[in-house]
């Protein structure tokens, strides 16, 4: 059982506006009396216990501003009581009593956490002294938290600022994407719808890759402009694929150079150029502009060239053998280390599987 006498207790610094409850902990009855005398007449609120069992409820429940406590006491002592502030009430100061004078205690204690050591018989002054620094050390540590707490907040406050202006920068990016988009619209309705889907594919592949954000936002604009250069073309040819006819197919091809004058003076698009210029490029050195092969092809790139041809295998108007999602992704089999890259053929089956689960109609052919 513990005794608790509530005054109005005054801080070291004569501010009357807060209340400074101590908690006093020993095994023996006249040492809390004294100890209650010293505290009171300074004004302190004093709450004394025992035990350390008590002390340990007491901790758990009260509002102890600082705790002083007796090293030795049955069952639990004192160092268990300062434990369990440690790991418990960290801000809580503890003062360690003991009525020897011993070296390596006061050095022990001191490592385990405790803000002082005073010997018995308890002298008022440096009772009081140690208090009152135990009060300061609380202070400070109050302080430090309540700084941390606010740094911390201001912090999350400003990346959450920058996340949204981030948020619009990539938003007004995207207009601008949709107004270049726009263009090829005024000239083939399937053209544009061809690169929205080549975007969502080429977007679910690189989630899948677990690539960046900053690629995906790439991989978005890249996929969602590869064909503009189609734009520039003759309508008889705009969404048509090379053919065997030498001077048809050489103008075919020029959507690549043409796409890619478009698309460079925007300079937030600088990074969508080589995807935009080289998503025809095959595995095996075979496609064009470069003839360029397996890794030498960037990574946006082939990506951009799987959506591509998968969208174009299964929707394309100009081929009369469209076909449904499993012949396509037959297709896409067959020509890894070909065409493709086979890793990448390898992670878009896992997109493909999951397209066909949301959509199961589209493996129709």
């Known amino acids: ?9 005054v801080s070291v610094d004569g501010d009357h506006s807060r209340k400074y409850r101590i908690l006093v902990v020993d095994d023996e009855e006249i040492n809390l009396k004294i100890l209650r005398i010293y505290l009171e007449d300074k004004g302190y609120d004093v709450i004394s216990t025992l035990s350390g069992e008590e002390a ?23 160092i268990d009581v300062l434990n369990f502030v440690q790991q418990s009430r960290p801000i809580i100061p503890v003062i360690m009593l003991t009525g020897f004078i011993e070296i390596n205690t006061a050095v022990s204690v001191m490592r385990q956490g405790a803000t002082n050591y005073i010997t018995k018989p308890i ?23 309540r700084l941390e707490k606010e740094n911390l907040e201001y912090r999350r406050e400003l990346e959450e600022k920058v996340e949204l202006k981030g948020h619009e920068l990539e938003g ?27 975007s969502q594919y080429a ?8 690539l960046p954000r900053a690629e995906l936002n790439t991989i978005n604009y890249a996929a969602a402009l590869h064909d503009i250069g189609r734009a520039s073309l003759p309508d008889a040819i705009v969404i048509k694929e090379p053919s065997g006819d030498e001077e048809e197919d050489k103008l075919i091809r020029s959507h690549i150079e043409r796409g890619v004058n478009i698309v460079e003076p925007v300079s937030f698009l600088e990074s ?18 470069e003839g360029l092969a397996g890794e030498d092809i960037p990574l946006l790139a082939r990506i951009v060239s799987i959506a591509n041809g998968f969208d174009v295998m299964t929707t394309s108007p100009d081929r ?23 890793k990448l053929v390898d992670t878009f089956m896992v997109v493909v599987r999951k ?3 949301r959509f199961p109609k589209q493996q129709e052919g």
């Open 1 to 9: 059982m513990f005794n608790q006498n509530k005054q109005n207790p």
């Open 56 to 78: 340990i409820e007491i901790l758990k429940e009260e509002d102890v501003t600082v705790c002083i406590c007796d090293i030795r006491m049955p069952k639990i002592s004192g």
């Open 123 to 145: 002298d008022a002054g440096e009772l009081i002294i140690a208090v009152e620094k135990a009060i300061e050390h609380r202070k400070l540590l109050e302080d430090k938290h």
């Open 172 to 198: 007004s990016k995207m207009d601008m994407v949709v107004s270049l988009a726009n263009i090829m619209e005024q000239r083939n309705k399937y053209l544009v719808a061809h690169c929205k889907r080549v």
């Open 203 to 210: 977007n679910m592949l690189g989630r899948q890759l677990e």
């Open 272 to 289: 969508c150029l080589p995807a935009i210029k080289s998503h025809h490029e095959h595995w095996d050195g075979s496609g064009y502009p």
């Open 320 to 342: 009369a053998d469209s076909v449904g999602v499993e012949a396509a992704t037959k297709y896409l089999e067959e020509n890894k280390g070909k065409l493709f890259d086979p």
């Open 355 to 357: 397209i066909v689960a």
